[in-house]
Nanobody
Framework: QLQLVESGGGLVQPGGSLRLSCTVS????????MAWFRQAPGKEREGVSC????????NYADSVKGRFTISRDNAENTMYLQMNSLKPEDTAIYYC??????????????????????WGQGKQVTVST
């Protein structure tokens, strides 16, 4: 059974850090382009970051560049999102997603030109005093 499970969310003060993990089961992570999305209350879901199957290419939303770092450990079937200098506007439910490559999509287009095949259940991140 294919499954993506996020962990590591929670409540943090502005300026703090959190690390999200996405552990996959039922498939081999190394074949898939992976991404993090988020959805804040009353807003549309937006792409946060994505990473190629090898981990050699990454992309970030402008709002998180320089603060968030995406990485993956294919041997452990886990993807990570290190979030530093968190702001209240980062508050959202964060989702990981997996794409089984069928066409070559530039990593810069990973939020718009990819229809992701599998999604995690989401993990709440709250940045507040």
């Amino acid at each position: 059974q294919l499954q993506l499970v996020e962990s590591g969310g929670g409540l943090v003060q502005p300026g703090g850090s959190l690390r999200l993990s996405c552990t996959v089961s039922g498939f081999t992570l190394g074949y898939y382009t992976m991404a993090w999305f988020r959805q804040a209350p009353g807003k549309e879901r937006e792409g946060v970051s994505c990473i190629s199957s090898s981990g050699g290419s990454t992309n970030y939303a402008d709002s998180v560049k320089g603060r968030f770092t995406i990485s993956r450990d294919n041997a452990e079937n886990t993807m990570y999102l290190q979030m530093n200098s968190l702001k209240p506007e980062d508050t959202a439910i964060y989702y990981c997603a997996a794409y089984a490559p069928r066409t070559a999509v530039p990593i810069e287009k990973c939020f718009t030109d990819i229809e992701y095949d599998w999604w995690g259940q989401g993990k709440q991140v709250t940045v507040s005093t």
